[in-house]
């Protein structure tokens, strides 16, 4: 029945030109506004100081294991393991802050 009236007033064109749409127009916008300044997450990092004269990048970042970073870099966050969290402690103290802050 509502196969019927669907082709009947020809609004299958419209529901199946929707989601065609839509990624195209997703695309679109990707395309001329990209993400020019993406956040990331990390866990395990209790604290963190930055210096206003350095365009807000950290300074020092100190782990929930005690350990300190001195102007830590993305390589810095891998070979620490700060992408994912190991246990509760980490999960509870975790960051987000744009990519740029990072050295």
């Known amino acids: 029945m509502l196969k019927k009236k669907l082709l009947a007033n020809k609004w299958y064109i419209l529901y199946a030109l ?8 997703t695309a679109i916008t990707l395309q001329v506004h990209p ?10 990092v209790t604290s963190t100081e ?22 830590p870099t993305m390589a810095d966050i891998h070979e620490q393991k700060l992408l994912t969290y ?10 987000v ?5 990072l050295n």
């Open 97 to 101: 802050f744009s990519k740029s802050m």
């Open 18 to 25: 929707a989601p065609i749409m839509f990624v195209v127009g």
């Open 50 to 71: 930055s210096d206003k004269n350095d365009g807000f990048k950290f300074t020092k970042m100190t782990l929930t294991d005690g350990r300190v970073i001195d102007r």
């Open 86 to 95: 190991h246990n509760q402690d980490e999960l509870n103290h975790n960051l």
């Open 35 to 44: 993400i020019q300044n993406p956040s990331i997450m990390i866990y395990g």
